[in-house]
């Protein structure tokens, strides 16, 4: 059975933390994608990865970055941690590589993150 | 600019009582559009995905179409646990654009 798995189910930070968030998955895929998902507004992408080493911005990167050293590893990292990063952040992965194939995602429990 | 819009935002059904949720979207040259099952605490679980317009999928009580503007998700005599949020995306170079979702309620 394919399987993301996200290091945390629940995390409680303060404010100008450093946070890791981890991701991995056990499918061999190129793709790896962290999203946020808040009420009303819907999964929102903050970045994606298409390759070891690779990253991209998603729609809202501003306040995030990422490492991917290994193909199975995705990280989100809040550098500094504030309140309206409180939210629910999905992990997904896809494959093959190449744009025709990101949409059949596959998704982590997700991590809910409560920054006080 | 792309956009994906659902609706209703939230559906309340008696059990056997069919309905349909809609998925509308402005994305120039369609690539695919996916519709998705969230269960409350859960991440989205993949459900179907549609290429072009007049393109049908089923699984067991839901049956997604799709047209040139919009997608629905026909849910058909539903049971209690059918009751989910039900998020539609269309897809881009790269990347997934979701709709805000469809939260359905479904009654004993």
């Known amino acids: 059975d394919v399987k993301v798995t996200q290091s945390s189910r629940y995390l409680v930070k303060r404010t100008g933390e450093k946070v890791f968030l981890e991701c991995v998955q056990d499918m061999d895929h190129e793709n790896m994608f962290w999203y946020r998902q808040d009420p009303g507004l819907g999964l929102r992408l903050i970045y994606f990865s298409y390759d070891v080493k690779m990253k991209e911005k998603g729609d809202i990167p501003e306040g995030y970055s990422v490492s991917r050293e290994k193909k199975e590893r995705f990280s989100l990292i809040l550098e500094s941690a504030s309140t309206n990063q409180t939210s629910m952040y999905l992990c997904a992965s896809s494959s093959p590589g190449g744009e025709s194939r990101a949409g059949e995602q596959f998704f982590g429990p997700g991590t809910r993150l409560t920054v006080l | 600019e792309d956009q994906v819009t659902q609706s209703p935002e939230a559906l309340r059904l008696q059990e056997g009582e069919s309905s349909s949720l809609n998925c509308s979207y402005t994305v120039s040259g369609l690539r695919g559009l996916f519709w998705y099952r969230q269960d409350p605490g859960k991440g989205p679980e993949f459900l179907f995905t549609?290429?072009?317009a007049g393109e049908e999928k089923e699984k067991e009580r839901l049956k997604a179409t799709l047209t040139k503007k919009e997608s629905f998700l026909h849910i058909t005599a539903p049971k209690p646990e059918d009751s989910a949020t039900y998020l539609c995306a269309v897809q881009l170079p790269y990347k997934l654009s979701f709709g805000a979702g469809t939260t359905v309620t479904v009654r004993a």
């Open positions: 549609l290429y072009s």
